[in-house]
């Protein structure tokens, strides 16, 4: 059974940075395209980042320029660095995981980041 366990968040100051970490656990993590999306209250769960298994990165227009999604497949982890960090990049961080065999996803349980003064 594969898992998919978000840590890393917090409170941080506008301006700030923050890397939050994605550990997976069953399944081949070399084979897994994964992404963090993110879901501010009341709004609904956007895109942020991707990595696919061979390490290209895209990324939202929101993020692009100041965040890194990264993966290490010797510690099965997905990391997303953001630097400047305002308040409207407040929300709960979710990683997602989706085999390129067979398409097969999963999410984690979400992470929140509160980005306040």
């Known amino acids: 059974q594969v898992r998919v366990v978000e840590s890393g968040g917090g409170l941080v100051q506008p301006g700030g940075s923050l890397r939050i970490s994605c550990a997976s656990s069953g399944g081949i993590f070399s084979t897994k395209g994964m992404a963090w999306y993110r879901q501010a209250s009341e709004k609904p769960r956007e895109w942020v980042a991707r990595v696919s298994p061979g390490g290209g990165a895209d990324y939202a227009d929101s993020v692009k320029g100041r965040s890194t999604i990264s993966r290490d497949n010797a510690k099965t982890t997905v990391y997303l660095q953001i630097h400047s960090l305002q308040p409207e990049d407040t929300a709960v961080y979710y990683c997602?995981?989706?085999?390129?065999?067979?398409?097969?996803?999963?999410w984690g349980q979400g992470t929140q980041v509160t980005v306040s003064s």
């Open positions: 997602h995981a989706q085999s390129v065999r067979n398409y097969a996803e999963y």
